[in-house]
């Protein structure tokens, strides 16, 4: 069992920046792609971005391209979002997912892992 912890999240104004953090306990993080989803009240869980087990690949949703940022280090098993230029639309709880042996996904039903959510606030 993987368990994935999100943090950095809360609130912030418009134009201004967030960096979100996921841990993970999988022994093989290395082997495994990740994603980050979010979810607005209301709405159905989104995918905002992901990248592959090798940092090779990254993919974005359109919304977020030139804006956010995906990376990992797989020596701390962790991945990274940061968030720059924040509008009010972002506004949502943020989850990070956990693909096994997989390049990256942009459909969340393709992930194995779920951490429990963060909530990022972009004031207007």
């Known amino acids: 069992q993987v368990q994935l912890v999100e943090s950095g999240g809360g609130l912030v104004q418009t134009g201004g920046s967030l960096r979100l953090s996921c841990a993970s306990s999988?022994?093989?993080?290395?082997?495994?792609?990740m994603g980050w989803f979010r979810q607005a009240p209301g709405k159905e869980r989104e995918f905002v971005a992901a990248?592959?087990?090798?940092?090779?690949?990254?993919s974005y949703t359109d919304s977020v391209k030139g804006r956010f940022t995906i990376s990992r280090d797989n020596s701390k098993n962790t991945v990274y979002l940061q968030m720059n230029s924040l509008k009010p639309e972002d506004t949502a709880v943020y989850y990070c997912a956990a693909a096994r042996g997989a390049i990256y996904y942009t459909r969340a039903d393709l992930y194995n892992y779920w951490g429990q959510g963060t909530q990022v606030t972009v004031s207007s």
């Open positions: 990248i592959s087990w090798n940092d090779a690949i990254t």
């Open positions: 999988a022994r093989t993080f290395s082997n495994v792609a």
